[in-house]
């Protein structure tokens, strides 16, 4: 018998011997000694829903702590992921409400926020004294490519949650949850008057916040 073969973990009563039956799939035990009953095969799907979250995470580049469970993991990526899709596409819909500069009267949409703003700021000091110089010039927005990149990675996230068997409620569940703390996170933030350059660190710290938020109450739970 090959010692990598698994077998069933029931002893016979009388020898004390283990079972050399096969156990039943993502089970400890064979058909004979208790494999179909209702509790095993919970046990068992729940090791393959398990393995399947290790799997997707791993997909994903992701390697989750090792008290928190992988589809929790899964969960949890998902909801910062759209936390942050719902912070970027609002800085992208205020920018694309801007009117562009106007020069005479006239609006030039060439230097709208959408295709046109700063790509470098270079500040210390250099040979012939203290340097602050901010470039701009015309390229699609960072708000604009960081959000792309987001709703892809949210897309991602998404496709190895379901293929690691969470159910599409649960993620419809998740999305309104996100969205409902990033609502009242934002309103938060909005009453602080926060200046440009700290509002522009809220698509990268929302994400934390809900990291932590998501870690506390599953521990609570």
């Not at 179909?36 to 979250?53: G, L, M, T």
């Not at 936390?83 to 500069?101: C, F, K, P, T």
């Not at 440009?196 to 934390?208: D, F, H, K, L, Y």
Request: charged share 25%; glycine share 6%; aromatic share 2%.
């Amino acid at each position: 018998m090959s010692e990598d073969r698994k077998i069933c973990g029931a002893r016979n009563r009388t020898t004390g011997e283990p079972c050399q039956r096969s156990p039943m799939m993502d089970s400890t035990r064979c058909r004979t000694h208790g494999g179909r009953s209702p509790q095993s095969q919970k046990a068992a799907s729940e090791r393959r829903e398990r393995r399947n979250a290790l799997r997707q995470l791993s997909i994903l580049g992701e390697v989750p702590e090792a008290n928190v469970d992988p589809t929790q993991a899964l969960l949890e990526l998902v909801t910062q992921k759209h936390a942050q899709v719902h912070a970027l596409r609002q800085i992208v819909s205020e920018l694309e409400a801007h009117e562009g500069e106007s020069h005479d009267g006239e609006v030039d949409l060439r230097r709208h926020p959408m295709v046109w703003g700063l790509t470098s700021h270079e500040k210390g000091s250099g040979v012939h004294g203290p340097i602050d110089k901010e470039t701009e010039q015309a390229g699609a927005s960072i708000w604009l490519k960081l959000l792309q990149e987001a709703e892809d990675q949210l897309a991602r996230y998404t496709t190895a949650a379901l293929k690691a068997g969470v159910e599409q409620r649960q993620l419809d569940v998740t999305e309104r949850q996100a969205a409902t703390f990033y609502s009242a996170i934002n309103r938060i933030l909005d009453s602080l008057e926060l200046t440009t350059e700290q509002q522009a660190r809220v698509p990268s710290v929302v994400p934390g916040v809900l990291r932590q938020f998501a870690a506390s109450h599953a521990a609570m739970n």
